[in-house]
């Protein structure tokens, strides 16, 4: 028989990988509204991954729990090569160089992902790749950010040509942006990506510049949490 839409979406999971609180400094989400916002938008889970500390993700999950929002606790870390998304890490990753960083994050049993790889700022990332694309579980191959779609088609085919899993996550930064990448898959995470069966779904950007504007604002006038 042939599956439905709704049986199809109970048999996922649905997770939005990148999500900053405001415990990232450009950023504006407070802990307390994610389960809300992620129960409205049909996510069972959500990776809080803010600008190099975990704290925002133990807090969120500490809250997020009693809602039944499973919530993965990341890292976006700033490495010298640009930035690598952590997931299942116990402690904040403070290296950053990149090897040893991938290294801290194997040593706490994390997933490594590389996150928007072709954006302008990050192309560093690219000329390290033959090194490095045994030592990672994935690439973010759509960041619901990137405002020229080419950059998300090319780290899609780069995951293609490197047999390597992928992710979706918004990078949201304001509660509005939660949900423009999912990443859909059965079973653990940590599976789903290292055998390639995530599934990404992409959705609006409308939102993307002002979204960014906001950002840039906030960076400039700061926020105690920086
Ligand atoms: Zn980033
Ligand atoms: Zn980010």
């Not at 950023?27 to 129960?39: C, D, L, R, Y």
């Not at 640009?82 to 904040?92: F, M, N, S, V």
């Not at 405002?147 to 899609?156: C, G």
């Amino acid at each position: 028989m042939r599956e439905n839409q709704s049986d199809h979406d109970k048999q996922h999971n649905r997770y939005d990988l990148h999500v900053h609180t405001h415990y990232s400094q450009c950023a504006a989400i407070k802990p307390e509204e994610i389960a809300k916002i992620a129960i409205k938008k049909k996510l069972n889970g959500i990776a809080i991954t803010d600008h190099d500390t975990i704290k925002g993700a133990l807090r969120t999950k500490k809250i997020a729990r009693k809602n039944g929002i499973n919530i993965v606790i990341g890292e976006e870390v700033s490495t010298d090569k640009g930035h690598l998304l952590a997931y299942d890490i116990q402690e904040t990753i403070r290296k950053r160089e990149l090897l040893e960083v991938l290294d801290e994050i194997r040593s706490q049993g994390g997933i490594a992902v590389i996150a928007h790889p072709f954006t302008s700022l990050r192309k560093k990332f690219l000329q390290e790749i033959p090194t490095i694309k045994n030592r990672i579980d994935g690439i973010e191959t759509f960041n619901g950010r990137i405002i020229m779609p080419q950059a998300n088609a090319k780290a899609n085919a780069l995951a293609d040509k490197l047999k390597i899993g992928k992710t979706a996550g918004s990078d949201a930064h304001f509660l509005f942006e939660i949900g423009t990448g999912v990443t859909k898959f059965k079973g653990t995470l940590r599976e789903a990506i290292k055998q390639r069966k995530t599934i990404i779904e992409t959705g609006s950007q409308l939102a993307t510049p002002a979204a960014l504007a906001l950002s840039l604002a906030r960076k400039m006038f700061g926020n105690k949490h920086a």
